[in-house]
């Protein structure tokens, strides 16, 4: 794994103040295709973006300078703090996508706003891959590592949030009437290699060569 990574082929639009350090450009889009994401620890997601007007690449973007569609309502955009709910856990990242789930409806829980629907697309997670350097992050301990699921909100923005702050509507399997989770966080490191298992494990019976 590596601190940036790439992502599947997005076409979006980064809001233009982000291109001018927030200074200028406020109300106006450029159009661009979304490159790259870079994972800093306790700092947000960053992403890069190519915009083909230009020529030209811009990185070190927050989600919040990407929207997917033009017709936004500023009194509607998301601040950053809601889009993704946690900072990078590790400077070592992998994007992968849950198969079964892509391109699933999901709903977001977004606080003081509730529920708000979107669509998955990819899925952003961290560990500690280097053994030769100390490793002083969250992202390999249960109950603080978190992954960033990546999707589109239907207000133009797009999101990275955690399993816990999401229902899936898997078409084929989700009923209409959903329980409510009450599932405690997991704090239990498991291994199957333990002492007892070797100390007590019968030696298997060997076939005869024949």
Wanted: aromatic fraction near 14%; include cysteine.
């Amino acid at each position: 794994m590596n601190f940036v990574a790439n992502i599947p082929f997005i076409k979006c639009f980064i809001r233009k103040e982000y291109l001018y350090d927030l200074k200028k450009g406020h109300g106006e889009l450029e159009e661009c295709v979304l490159v790259a994401v870079k994972s800093l620890q306790n700092r947000a997601l960053l992403f890069e973006a190519y915009m083909p007007n230009y020529g030209a690449c811009y990185d070190k973007l927050p989600l919040n300078a990407f929207v997917w569609r033009q017709d936004i309502k500023s009194e509607e955009l998301l601040s950053l703090q809601e889009l993704e709910m946690w900072d990078g856990f590790s400077n070592d990242i992998c994007v992968w996508s849950k198969q079964l789930l892509k391109y699933c409806n999901v709903k977001i829980w977004i606080n003081k706003k509730g529920f708000v629907k979107g669509q998955y697309l990819f899925s952003i997670d961290s560990a500690h891959t280097d053994a030769n350097t100390l490793n002083t992050t969250t992202s390999e301990v249960p109950s603080e590592h978190k992954q960033h699921n990546f999707g589109k909100l239907e207000n133009g923005q797009f999101f990275a949030q955690p399993n816990n702050r999401m229902i899936w509507l898997e078409q084929s399997l989700t009923p209409k009437n959903l329980k409510k989770p009450d599932f405690a966080v997991s704090t239990h490191y498991f291994f199957s290699e333990t002492e007892d298992k070797w100390n007590d494990q019968e030696q298997p019976p060997l076939k005869e060569h024949t």
